[in-house]
């Protein structure tokens, strides 16, 4: 109790958890829960934009999207990272993502159909991305907290890169802008279901607000990201992807339409259009790439051995 109470005096006093302070056995199987999936969503993400990467429309887009998978997967690393100083290693973390029993965001579940997607994915998913990374720079945990610092700022660029696509589109042809809408239309509820169940329904929430994990509930951060949103809509020119949509005066805020909670539960349970494809992607490129790994580690070896 004594050890309890020290560690939540010190979470109420806004100091840092560090890997070799006490901390309840719940709280870091939480973090590794949380931490271990924001590395997936990372690694997993790089998978649809990568695909787009040889048929983006000019010799600039290509190197700004590739510039963009790059940091997705340093994304990924620094994560990885950060997870391993909670004593669990990055092959058991692996091994939990391949075999599916590790989550990682239902964003990455839909398909990217047209170039206009990029732009929706940087604008909407990297947005509503960066709504809640932003609090996790003040998150509990130090080595999460800080890696974050970094990841907030590079996600910042890809939000307006993906803004910049959509307003290059919007600006262009009558058929470059009704591609711009479709992919409005087809990324807006996605990308609103990213921010996790209803708070009512939400069976992590009460914990990880007390604890400093998280800072917002899921709707909190929803309300925030759907607020920024509408006017950048407005300023394309496209159409409201929710006809619900429509300010209120009285609470301050956005009201939107019901989002569709039954294809929610199903993509996180491992039955949206795209979990196999994505999963088998990844076990592929786990297995072909082992021979890569191991020259590396004989390289390695071999290096030590020189200097030893």
Known sequence: MEQEQI???KIDSNQS????????EKYRQT????ISQHAHSEIIGMLPEANWITRA????????LLAKVQDEGGHGLYLYSACETLGISRDELTAQLLSGKAKYSSIFNYPALTWADMGAIGWLVDGA????????TRTSYGPYARAMVRIC??????????????????????VQKKMAQDALNRWWWPSLMMFGPRDEESTHTTQALKWKIKLKTNDELRQMFIDQTIPQIKLLGLELPDKDLKWN???????????DWDEFWKVINGDG???????????NSWFEGAWVREAALAYAEKKSDIYI
Not at 249 to 259: L, V
Request: glycine share 4%.
């Open 153 to 174: 700022k590079e996600e910042s660029f890809h939000q307006r890169q993906g803004f910049d696509i959509m307003l290059t589109l919007c600006k262009g042809t009558e």
């Open 57 to 64: 429309p000019t010799l600039k887009r290509k190197v700004t």
């Open 249 to 259: 005066e009285e609470r301050n805020h956005y009201d939107f339409g019901q989002i």
């Open 17 to 24: 958890i560090e890997p070799k302070d006490w901390m309840p």
């Open 31 to 34: 973090h590794i829960r949380q």
């Open 273 to 283: 259009p795209c979990n196999k494809q994505r999963l088998e992607s990844k076990r």
């Open 129 to 136: 991305a960066i709504m809640n990374q932003v609090m996790l």
């Open 7 to 9: 560690f939540q005096s």
